[in-house]
C-alpha cells in the first residue's frame, strides 16, 4: 500500500470517528483546555477565532480551490506539492499552536503523502480525503465556537 492509500485511509478513519462526535481538542478548546496555553491575557477567544480561520481557509479556500481549478485546468503537480508543503505544512504547524495538536499532526501526514504523488491524479484523491476531513473538523470547531459572544459587537450604522 502506498503512503498516499495509507493517509487517505487514516483522513477517511478520522472523518468518519468524528462524524457524530466532537473530537476531544476541539470540546476542550471550547471550554478553554489549550495545551500550548495560546492565548493573549489568559483569555482563548482569540485561539479558537483562530483555530475557525485557519480551519476554514484550509477547506474552503485552498483545498476546494485546487479541486475547482482541476476541473478546467492542467495542473503542474510540483507546483502543487510545493504549495502544498508551504501552506499547508504551515497550517499543520499553526493547528498544533491553537490547541489542535492530532489535527495537526494528521494535517501533516497529509502534506507528506502529497510529496509522494507521481501524477495529479493520484494527488487529487488525496486532496478530496482531506477536504472531507477538513470539513468536518471545521464543523466542529463552528460548533464549539461561542457566536454569541458577538452580539456585544454590533455594527454602528452610520
Same mark, same amino acid.
Given at each position: 500500500? %502506498?503512503?498516499?492509500?495509507?493517509?487517505?485511509?487514516?483522513?477517511?478513519?478520522?472523518?468518519? @470517528?468524528?462524524?457524530?462526535?466532537?473530537?476531544? *481538542?476541539? &470540546?476542550?478548546?471550547?471550554?478553554?483546555?489549550?495545551?500550548?496555553?495560546?492565548? #493573549?491575557?489568559?483569555?482563548?477567544?482569540? #485561539?479558537?477565532? =483562530?483555530?475557525?480561520?485557519?480551519?476554514?481557509?484550509?477547506?474552503? *479556500?485552498?483545498?476546494?480551490?485546487?479541486?475547482?481549478? %482541476? *476541473?478546467?485546468?492542467?495542473?503542474?503537480?510540483? /507546483?502543487?506539492?510545493?504549495?502544498?508543503?508551504?501552506?499547508?505544512?504551515?497550517?499543520? &504547524? =499553526?493547528?498544533?499552536?491553537?490547541?489542535?495538536? &492530532?489535527?495537526?499532526?494528521?494535517?501533516?501526514?497529509?502534506?507528506? !503523502? %502529497?510529496?509522494?504523488?507521481?501524477? #495529479?491524479? *493520484?494527488?487529487? @484523491?488525496?486532496?478530496? %480525503? &482531506?477536504?472531507?476531513?477538513?470539513?468536518?473538523?471545521?464543523?466542529?470547531?463552528?460548533?464549539? =465556537?461561542?457566536?454569541?459572544? /458577538?452580539?456585544? =459587537?454590533?455594527?454602528?450604522? !452610520?
Amino acid at each position: 500500500m %502506498s503512503l498516499i492509500d495509507e493517509v487517505i485511509a487514516e483522513l477517511d478513519a478520522e472523518r468518519d @470517528r468524528i462524524w457524530l462526535e466532537c473530537p476531544k *481538542e476541539v &470540546a476542550d478548546l471550547g471550554r478553554g483546555i489549550v495545551p500550548r496555553r495560546t492565548g #493573549t491575557h489568559g483569555q482563548y477567544l482569540t #485561539t479558537l477565532i =483562530f483555530a475557525e480561520g485557519e480551519a476554514r481557509t484550509l477547506s474552503d *479556500e485552498l483545498l476546494w480551490g485546487i479541486i475547482e481549478v %482541476s *476541473e478546467t485546468e492542467s495542473l503542474d503537480l510540483r /507546483t502543487l506539492q510545493l504549495l502544498l508543503k508551504q501552506i499547508v505544512g504551515y497550517k499543520a &504547524a =499553526f493547528f498544533d499552536f491553537v490547541g489542535l495538536p &492530532a489535527a495537526g499532526a494528521l494535517i501533516e501526514r497529509f502534506v507528506e !503523502a %502529497s510529496a509522494t504523488a507521481t501524477d #495529479t491524479d *493520484e494527488l487529487l @484523491r488525496l486532496i478530496r %480525503s &482531506a477536504i472531507s476531513y477538513v470539513n468536518k473538523l471545521h464543523m466542529w470547531v463552528d460548533a464549539v =465556537f461561542p457566536w454569541g459572544v /458577538t452580539n456585544g =459587537f454590533k455594527r454602528v450604522e !452610520a
